[in-house]
């Protein structure tokens, strides 16, 4: 059967500017369908330029048998826009996957373009489900993990089946079919000091429970981790096959496990593996102690942030977090005197924001001084409003990273600390993003 898996064009949302991560969650789907026989194609809309004719070209050259997309919230009207097309050229069931299938299920089964939604993790769903598909089953009641359209039309009933259980033994997995990408120099993650990079994930589950976050639906509250000899096979695997040169962490919850994270630390250290390593998410503060930091320095880690997501006490206590502040300016001082980029993460329009409340965060972002914050704007789930008015947290956001970003200590500092022709372009790439945001 062919497969065409897609993941929608970020720059169309974002602007072109924005960096551009592989694909990890649909490689790792793929490599469960080509185990099982199938054939696959990974689009990745952005690192193929795959844009308005091309995309149909494309399409229409593989023509897939089935066809599942992967779309965060603010990517999933781009990837419906897709599947329109794509229901327009084609008699191919199109499946859903990613956070926001998983968190609006019921909204996006009853999509006319859609077919079958895929909630959680997926690598277990997709190979009986595009098993049944390939055999024409229109009863898909016994696959766990999807909700799906019973009957044809509109006089559809939207089924919604058993969930499938979480994957316990991560190293079960194949590894990520990273063969089915362009050439890696199509990415370019931020902070990135080398062109040929790639993405792992050593562990999924977070057991914070953060109410604006959508990983506890996604992956659960029980964290699963892989161990530090595997981590290191899939590492020397990328080297010796795709010539990776950086590698970037893409977990929630890496060092949740301090024994292993040490353990990690000396099996790539025995290894003899040189390599920059980045964090693609933040850390929690509180489990990050100096010891920690400097061993993940000393196998060449190079940045570290911590999720803030406000200054007010209140507000972050409402988050379910249970950060004190405290941790993150211990752990941003010890990140510093390690000599790591640092990175903050804030969330502005937390339920229960004010202006007052905003103008705090802003402060405590440019007293403490990291190198990088991040101001993200709440998006809420559709049962939890936010308090503060759209407009309001516009506003806010604009004002943030104008004021973190536009002072002159602040850009003398950036100017200073680029090292490669890789960090360049990012740095250009993000003033023009910074323009687009004041």
Known sequence: ??????????????????????????????????????????????????????FISIVRSFAPHAVGFTATTPLYPEALRL???????????????????????????????VDVVAVGEAEQTVVPLFSALEHGDRDLSHINGIVWKEGAGNG?????????????????????????L???????????????????????????????????????????????AHIADEIEYLIDRFRVREIHIADDAFTIDRRRTLAICREI?????RLNFFFMNGLRADQ???????????????????????????????????????????????????GFSTWLFFIIGLWGETDQTARQTIDFAKQIKPDYAKFFIL???????PTMTPERMAYWHRRANREFYLRPSRIVAQLANIRSWTQLRSNLSAFSVLRKIL
């Open 182 to 228: 362009p050439d890696l120099k199509a990415y370019r993650p931020p902070d990135a000091l080398h062109p040929r990079c790639a993405t792992i994930m050593t562990g999924r589950g977070c057991p914070a429970g953060c109410s604006f976050c959508e990983t506890e639906r996604l992956f659960g509250k029980k964290v699963r981790l892989r161990g530090a």
């Open 269 to 273: 250290e025995k290894r003899g593996i």
């Open 288 to 338: 990050a102690d100096f010891e920690t930091l400097s061993a993940l320095r000393e196998i060449g880690f190079q940045n570290v942030g911590f999720g803030v997501e406000a200054r007010d006490d209140k507000l972050r206590a409402q988050t379910g977090k249970g950060l004190r502040i405290e941790r993150v300016e211990q752990g941003v001082r010890d990140a510093k005197k390690l």
């Open 83 to 113: 599947a329109r097309r794509i229901k327009a050229e084609l008699d191919a069931p199109i499946i859903f996957g990613g956070p926001h299938a998983t968190a609006e299920s019921m909204n996006v089964i009853m999509e006319p373009a």
């Open 379 to 385: 998006k809420p789930f559709p049962d939890r409003l």
């Open 1 to 54: 059967m062919r497969i065409l898996l897609i993941a929608p064009g970020q720059k169309a949302v974002y602007g072109r500017s924005i960096s551009v991560y592989p694909p990890l969650g649909l490689l790792y789907l793929a490599s469960a369908l080509e185990q099982a026989g199938h054939q696959v194609r990974v689009l990745d809309i952005d690192a193929e330029n795959a844009q308005a004719s091309r």
């Open 156 to 180: 559809y009933r939207a089924q919604v089946n058993l969930p499938a259980s979480r994957i316990e033994d991560l190293e079960s997995l194949a590894f990520p079919a990273v063969n089915l």
